[in-house]
Nanobody, 123 residues
């Protein structure tokens, strides 16, 4: 049974930082590209960042470039999202996803999804 479990969300002031984690189990982690998505209230889920299977390639949404960094530790079956310079418009539920390739993740075609972690940025 595949599980993706996000953690690290919370309430932070604008300009602050958070690091999200997504721990995977039940799959060969290094065989999957991983990604982060977010969904704000009343909005559709949107792509945030993705990383290839061994972490060589990354991709970011324009809205987070230069502020967010995705990374992974295949020995720990975990993918991270470091978020700096947070803005109120970053407030959303953040989800991690696993897919066969980075393009597939970026396109939202995740084979597996986590339950999400809430990030709230106050102004």
């Amino acid at each position: 049974q595949v599980q993706l479990v996000e953690s690290g969300g919370g309430l932070v002031q604008a300009g602050g930082s958070l690091r999200l984690s997504c721990a995977a189990s039940g799959l060969t982690f290094s065989s999957y590209a991983m990604g982060w998505f977010r969904q704000a209230p009343g909005k559709e889920r949107e792509f945030v960042a993705a990383i290839s299977r061994i972490g060589i390639s990354t991709s970011y949404a324009d809205s987070v470039k230069g502020r967010f960094t995705i990374s992974r530790d295949n020995a720990k079956n975990t993918v991270y999202l470091r978020m700096n310079s947070l803005k109120p418009e970053d407030t959303a539920v953040f989800y991690c996803a696993a897919a066969y390739s980075l393009p597939a993740v970026r396109a939202g075609g995740g084979d597996y999804w986590g339950q999400g972690t809430q990030v709230t940025v106050s102004s």
